[in-house]
């Protein structure tokens, strides 16, 4: 009798624990997922694109807003894009308060505003706020030396990207909506700028058409070129490394999503947050999509949702690097974008020499 009742405590026990673990790793929480393809509502339930255009009109939409990112920023850049003609490209770059060696790497290179004498660009970081008064003052300093930060009433942390994006969006409504092209960025990435020019002009054939014969024929002077180029300035992009993936569900994933927050089995497509190209229709389609769309704490997902909304397509290509590309001289030439460059001397080492091969 006691051998039976110590074989049943360790039926018990392991039966305790195999359940245990199969909860804590989701497996209980696949079955009770939504289907996204055919079921998927998120608020606000129901069609935006009519309400969109509204907003972007000045026109009262017939259904309220159920979001609104109103921030109030202690510094503001307001004067970074105004009375520039031919605004090419802005880098909104997203950065933490302390990150300043990165910043410093970042002007110096990719960032430096008059990298290319023939094209306007902007370079703009965005962080939020910390607690520590010396690491504010050093802020103070910094902004006031260059006058390219902006810093919004949020919380800088890990979950708060939504608030930094959100940030960026909002300021380029209110100040900075005159540019054809935006990226937003991580300031821990390695960035060429013309390829970010080259990748623009020409996103379905890039790097395909500068490797064929016929490229240096200097094919956007001619009509198609025209053409693309009076496309390109109304184009929906919204473009970089995208994904088709499904949310954590295990509950030790720093990614974990509850079914609460978010039952569906599937994210919307979306692109990877890190190095994001938006043309300036797609940024101000998904600002005022926003408004329509309940907060969500990751900012990649969080975009996903937008532009599913405002039916945008993620448009993939496979020169963004949401993992470092393994370096050498010779295998960065069609590179857009590789994260992984949080040492700023490396930053600083590998664009020098891509500058001189003439790829950055």
């Known amino acids: 009798m006691a051998l039976s009742t110590k074989r049943k405590c360790k039926y018990f026990i392991f039966t305790f624990v195999l359940l245990s673990l199969l909860y804590v790793f989701g497996v209980f929480h696949h079955p009770l997922e939504k289907n996204f393809y055919s079921e998927f509502r998120y608020p606000y339930d129901g069609d935006i694109e009519d309400l969109v255009s509204k907003l972007r ?21 307001t004067s970074k894009c105004i009375d520039v003609t031919d605004l090419r ?28 004498s023939d094209v306007e660009m902007r370079t703009v970081f965005f962080v939020g706020i910390k607690s520590e008064a010396k690491l504010q003052k050093s802020i103070n300093e910094e902004s006031q030396r260059y006058r390219d930060i902006v810093q919004a009433n949020f919380t800088d942390t890990y979950f708060n990207n939504t608030y930094k994006t959100m940030s960026a ?20 990435f390695y960035v060429s700028v013309k390829n970010i020019l080259r990748f623009i002009k020409f996103p379905s054939q890039y790097p395909k058409y500068l490797k064929e014969p016929w490229a240096n024929f200097n094919f956007l002077n001619n009509k198609i070129g025209r053409a693309l180029k009076l496309h390109l300035n109304e184009v929906r992009l919204y473009a970089g490394y995208t994904f088709e993936s499904a949310p954590h569900r ?16 599937m994210w919307p497509p979306y692109v990877s947050g890190g190095a994001v190209v938006c043309s300036r229709e797609t940024l101000l389609d998904m600002y005022f999509a926003s408004f329509y769309t309940k ?18 397509e993620p448009f993939h290509s496979e020169e963004f690097y949401f993992c470092k590309k393994p370096y050498n001289k010779f295998n ?29």
């Open 57 to 77: 009109n000045n026109l009262t939409p017939s259904v309220s807003p159920i979001n609104n990112y109103r921030f109030y920023y202690y510094k503001k850049c």
């Open 89 to 116: 490209v802005v880098f909104l770059i997203k950065s933490s308060p302390q990150h300043f060696e990165r910043r410093m790497a970042i002007r110096s290179t990719w960032g430096f505003q008059r990298r290319f």
């Open 169 to 188: 969006l909002y300021w380029v409504a209110q100040y900075c909506s005159n540019s054809k092209f935006y990226v937003i960025v991580d300031d821990d």
């Open 250 to 265: 295990h509950l030790t994933s720093k990614w974990y999503v509850s079914l609460k927050e978010y039952p569906y089995h």
């Open 295 to 312: 907060h969500f704490r990751f900012d990649d997902i969080y975009m996903g949702l937008l532009a599913f909304k405002v039916k945008i």
């Open 332 to 360: 960065y030439e069609y590179v857009i974008a590789s994260h992984g460059y949080d040492n700023p001397k490396e930053l600083i080492k590998v664009w020098s020499e891509q500058k001189i091969l003439g790829n950055a």
